[in-house]
């Protein structure tokens, strides 16, 4: 399959270091984005892939029966379905959304094409077999488009209860309008499992001031939970992970004659009062005051605006004003004042350790160990210099240069003819050249290109 000049253009205008490379299956996605209307030459901020579409992407590059099948360009790959803004449609749960072409974009969002989802993947991905477009299909309706009617409420006021709510596996995200009382479950703080503590956070909530009310779906996996003050049936937000189960349990919330809470609706309540670590286990609390007291006989905590525990924190212990924190490297405890800050591996560590141990990431800003940090090179208003990374910063924007045995700055490596990494030192060096055809090949090869045409 055969690029024309115009189509090879259009690749390099997209970003793609080499277009001459492209397997038949990313021409197509290439001719796809060209024949839609996309204009690379102009601001573009895509808003992002959707739920929806992210999961076509990872089912395309990394997960399930099509990982490696098609050798999918990744960057084309997310453009499209981008570009489109492919995603489940909200007025029909079980179909598709997008943008057919560029004049129907230009047009709004009201005039999204809606169709059902084996089409829509066929649309962009028009060399799939029929069998892997059902897979999708299927993947679609497992993980997006769910049945209402699948899903499992319950209720429970014990320590398990409220951490099974709290940290068993979730239910895939989807599409959700995110309120101050209706959040993403998948951003919750509080979502994980805290392995390192004796208990979870969310378990002093089981005090028998609180109910927690949960949803599962059909896999036993969790898509809603919301906690309810019972004295005043008084409620925290809702987390959730799609609009169908808010609404649901909102429905819920409703029959039992459950409101949200307002700040102070949740003052007096009782929290279970474990000490831990110099502080005390508790969860991040979203009802104001944000503030927990030991009860005056010692045996809870309890929340009120008087109080001197911080619970706007998320770490899973809460400490007092002019709190005390435990350094993870020599694992002794410090005033706040005398920490440095967080590793890497969200650790805290005293001002002692960091300056003797470790080296501050200049790209995260985290404190890295010194047998773990890297030297990455770039190039800032036109002169090479070095900075020191950590390995989270280098993963995620460095890439190692063999013939130079360095690490480079994303934004200044390129690909040359033979996709080896280059940097722009080796192009001002000379030891890169670009050839006729807009491509950057060995200098070497160059030359032996040269004589023998000559």
């Known amino acids: 399959m055969e690029l024309t000049e115009e189509e090879i253009e259009f690749g390099y205008a997209l970003g793609l270091y080499s277009v001459a490379g492209l397997n038949e299956y990313n021409i197509q996605l290439l001719r796809y984005l060209k024949e839609w209307g996309d204009n690379p030459r102009e601001e573009y901020y895509p808003p992002g892939m959707s739920p929806t579409a992210l999961l076509v992407y990872n089912l395309m590059l990394y997960d399930g029966p099509l990982y490696g099948r098609y050798q999918?360009?990744?960057?084309?790959?997310?453009?499209?379905?981008?570009?489109?803004?492919?995603?489940?449609?909200?007025?029909?749960?079980?179909q598709i959304a997008l943008y057919p072409d560029r004049a129907t974009f230009e047009r709004g969002e009201n005039k999204k094409m809606r169709t059902k989802p084996g089409r829509a993947i066929r649309r962009i991905l028009p060399f799939l077999t029929d069998k892997e477009v059902d897979q999708m299909v299927d993947e679609f309706r497992n993980q997006i488009a769910i049945d209402p009617s699948s899903y499992v409420f319950k209720s429970g006021e014990t320590q398990e209860d409220f951490v099974h709510a709290y940290s068993h596996?979730?239910?895939?995200?989807?599409?959700?309008?995110?309120t101050p009382n209706h959040k993403s479950l998948a951003n919750s703080c509080m979502r994980h499992e805290f392995d390192g503590q004796s208990v979870h956070p969310c378990a002093v909530y089981a005090s028998g001031d609180f109910t927690i009310h949960w949803a599962e779906n059909k896999y036993g996996r969790i898509a809603a939970r919301c906690i309810v003050r019972n004295s005043n049936k008084k409620a925290g937000p809702i987390y959730a992970v799609n609009q169908i189960v808010v609404d649901l349990m909102q429905e819920r919330l409703d029959d039992l004659g459950v409101t949200f809470a307002r700040n102070g609706d949740w003052n007096g309540a009782e929290l279970l009062l474990i000490e831990e670590n110099g502080g005390y286990v508790g969860p991040y609390i979203d009802i104001g005051p944000q503030a927990l007291a030991v009860s005056s006989d010692g045996s809870s905590l309890v929340i009120s605006d008087r109080g001197w525990i911080d619970a706007s924190d998320y770490d899973g212990i809460l400490?007092?004003?002019?709190?005390?924190?435990?350094?993870?490297?020599?694992?002794?405890?410090?005033?706040?004042?005398?920490?440095?800050?967080?590793?890497?591996?969200?650790?805290?560590?005293?001002?002692?350790?960091?300056?003797?141990?470790?080296?501050?990431?200049?790209c995260t800003s985290l404190w890295i160990s010194d047998c773990e940090i890297e030297t990455v090179h770039l190039i800032r208003y036109g002169t090479e210099t070095t900075e020191s990374w950590g390995p989270n910063a280098i993963r995620c924007y460095a890439t190692w240069i063999p013939h130079r045995e360095e690490y480079w700055h994303d934004s200044d490596v390129i690909y040359d003819v033979h996709t080896t990494p280059i940097t722009s030192a080796d192009i001002d060096e000379g030891a890169w050249v670009m050839n006729d055809d807009g491509e950057y090949v060995p200098a070497s090869e160059y030359e032996e290109q040269t004589d023998e045409a000559a």
């Open 72 to 94: 999918m360009h990744s960057h084309l790959l997310s453009r499209v379905l981008s570009r489109v803004e492919f995603d489940q449609s909200r007025e029909v749960p079980d």
């Open 169 to 178: 596996e979730q239910a895939p995200t989807a599409n959700l309008d995110t």
């Open 319 to 362: 400490h007092s004003d002019g709190r005390s924190e435990q350094c993870s490297h020599c694992e002794e405890y410090y005033h706040d004042e005398d920490m440095a800050g967080r590793t890497e591996d969200h650790d805290q560590i005293c001002d002692d350790c960091a300056y003797n141990h470790y080296t501050r990431c200049d």
